[in-house]
């Protein structure tokens, strides 16, 4: 099962497949890094910490590991174009399996706050991009009217394959530590991954390949502008810096509580500024560029360790969840000298302080 050379939807063909059929399309998704977080590790006070660096796959976030199996179930199906709503990954992954299926992708974005990187993705493949004046939940609710009036296949995660693919994700960790972590950590916005994550867990155990069976606690974290699975109600204007989970009214909203209540695990929040502080400390501690969304998992993680409620002996997984190079804009970093100087060593050592 660990071959990470073979296409993800064969490695995990009897846990996935419907009988014998196809998946003629893959673009090399899966088969992510779980790097032990040594030194990030040591600053928070958790020695076994691994990063799930999702930023890897194909388009450069979890997403393709369900929208290979959505799409290929599409072309399957007879589908003549795919539709979803996105923050930005979601329509970045569509249109490039898309793209490869010969399918035409429609997506529709909430206006002004999808990032640069992940808006490029999309037109560079071919998308028909239409933004609405309205935010994601907005744009999920008519692209769910679309999808019942037959104008395309949601790839969305209300597409059950979707979440079905992102367990492979959960399945990796197993094979790579050879147990479940005890706890697993992510950031919530749609609350699919969550979901898919937890089922992905209990699936393996019951299937047996979950060795002592010991399954890990869910810590979901939500941004503090953008928290209505912590408030207990919608949120009608989130709000944060972390655009890919700007979301107030989660598809997933029952599995993720499912997830958290089963596990033992949590839900919180975190500030766009405890967001920002922990992709600063992935990336120069570590050297893992994530967006800010996919820092949520070690903010949280941070504050839970800081206050005792995970214990410096455990093995937690930090789920980042896409490529830092999809929003550089969020990138606040010592510039250095961007101003033109003279090219010799004696201007340039002033320069660089030395
Ligand atoms: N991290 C990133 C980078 C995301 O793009 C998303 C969701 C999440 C975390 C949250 O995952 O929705 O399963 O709870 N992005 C969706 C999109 C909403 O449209 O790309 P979730």
Not at 228 to 241: A, K, N, Q
Request: hydrophobic share 45%; net charge negative.
């Amino acid at each position: 099962m660990t071959d990470a050379t073979r296409p993800l939807l064969e490695r995990y063909r009897p846990l996935l497949a419907r009988g014998d059929e196809p998946f003629p399309i893959t673009l090399g998704e899966g088969g992510t890094p779980l790097v032990h977080a040594r030194r990030l590790g040591a600053a928070i006070g958790v020695v076994q910490l691994h990063l799930k660096f999702e930023g890897t796959n194909p388009t450069g976030s979890f997403k393709d590991r369900g929208m290979v199996l959505a799409v290929n179930r599409a072309v399957s199906s007879g589908a003549r174009a795919v539709v979803c709503a996105s923050t930005g990954n979601t329509s970045a992954s569509a249109a490039a399996y898309a793209a490869a299926a010969g399918l035409p992708c429609h997506v529709i974005l909430p206006a002004g706050k999808v990032a640069r990187g992940k808006l490029a993705q999309a037109l560079a493949a071919g998308a028909r991009l239409v933004m609405v004046d309205g935010n994601f939940d907005a744009a999920l609710t008519a692209v769910r009217r679309l999808g019942d009036e037959g104008v395309a296949v949601v790839v969305n995660s209300i597409n059950p394959d979707r979440l079905e693919g992102q367990q492979t994700a959960a399945w990796e960790i197993v094979d790579a530590l050879d147990r479940a972590p005890d706890a697993l950590a992510l950031p919530v916005g749609n609350a699919g991954n969550i979901t898919a994550y937890w089922r992905g867990f209990r699936r393996y155990a019951d299937a047996g390949r979950l060795r002592g069976s010991a399954l890990p606690r869910m810590l979901g974290f939500q941004a503090e502008g953008a928290a209505p699975i912590v408030r207990g109600e919608p949120v009608d204007s989130p709000e944060t810096i972390a655009t890919a989970i700007r979301i107030g009214n989660p598809a997933s909203w029952e599995g993720a509580t499912a997830a958290r209540d089963e596990s033992g695990g949590l839900i919180e929040s975190v500030t766009d500024d405890e967001i920002l502080e922990a992709q600063r400390m992935i990336v120069q501690l570590e050297g893992v560029f994530c967006e800010p969304a996919s820092a949520a998992g070690v903010a949280g993680v941070r504050r839970l360790a800081s206050e005792g409620r995970i214990g410096p002996d455990e093995t937690v997984v930090c789920v980042l969840t896409g490529h830092g190079l999809k929003d550089p804009d969020a990138v606040q970093g010592e510039e250095g000298t961007l101003t033109p100087i003279a090219a010799d060593s004696g201007s340039i050592r002033a320069a660089m302080e030395l």
